[in-house]
């Protein structure tokens, strides 16, 4: 009866692996694996958009992307033409929200009265839908009765309307402004939970050194947030690389071509131009631009707290 007892526990020993992690692999197979390897396969064949019928072609879906007429030599120029607007709209967005949300998380951190209520306020343009947010600023951008050039006219700071959403480059500002409204208070919500595990014991400790208020940042809170600084960029740049809810409800990618970024692009070319395996290629490219730069942030960001 004993020996049967623990042939049974063995038995069990043996599938709790399995039963334990195995329905979370299934999850990744399912909601990540599948869908990856799918647009993988895609990728390598071109789709009639009038007939849906596929023709396996290869990596020719990648050299058209990348090279002018799909030949090796002169890069396409909407390649380039939409890299730059994905790194302006990226980089300018992620920089300015990172540091308005660090300075604010620095600021809630601190014993402010009405602090919970000015927490609660911050986090709305986050829980807002995106399309209703684009909207939002799209109609504030209006030129003729938007509230932002009513604001400036009515105040006597400009004489006429400003066309913010027919100028390519202030059509691009005004996506960043609307960008960093909206995902800011994520940033201040990831950062605000990681000043909260700093020690305040460190900071008392600096104070008595006689440290000053960047060297006690660096040297004390730094640490401390890396992690969820790592957080807070990983996911806000894999937002923005793949951001077409604002950009295409406030500008469909224009005027012209101005602020067409990959996502739109993408958009554009699968679901509008019905070319889904060029579509398939710009996203695989998207993904491997995303892991590396995923690997950068960890890379520099990852780690414990006073690790080397």
Known sequence: ???????????????????????????????????????????????????QEKQF????????????????????PDLVQFTKHTLVYVGCSVTISFLL?????????????????IRTAVIV?????????????RWMFQTQYGAINGVLVG??????QIPFLSDGTLAMMALIIADVWVFTPFIIIILLAGLQNVPEQLYDAAEVDGASRWSRFWNVTYPFLKPSI?????????????????????????????TEVWASWLYRTAMVFGDTGQGAALGVVMLAVTFAVVAVLYKVFGGTPYET
């Open 1 to 51: 009866m004993a020996e049967n007892t623990r042939s049974l526990r063995r038995r069990l020993d043996r599938l709790f692996i399995p039963l334990t992690v195995g329905p979370t692999v299934l999850w990744i197979a399912g909601v990540i694996l599948y869908p990856t390897l799918q647009l993988l396969w895609s990728s390598l064949f071109y789709t009639n958009p009038i007939t």
């Open 57 to 76: 072609v290869g990596l020719d879906n990648f050299a058209s992307l990348i090279f002018e007429n799909g030949t090796v030599g002169a890069l396409n």
């Open 101 to 117: 949300g660090l300075g604010i998380a620095m600021l809630l951190n601190k014993d402010l009265k009405g602090r919970g209520w």
């Open 125 to 137: 343009p986050w829980i807002l839908p995106y399309v209703m947010s684009g909207l939002m600023w």
């Open 155 to 160: 105040g006597g700071v400009i004489s006429e």
């Open 230 to 258: 790592l957080v807070a960029l990983t996911i806000r740049i894999i937002f923005d690389i793949r951001a077409l809810d604002l950009v295409w409800v406030m500008t469909h990618g224009g005027p012209g071509k101005s």
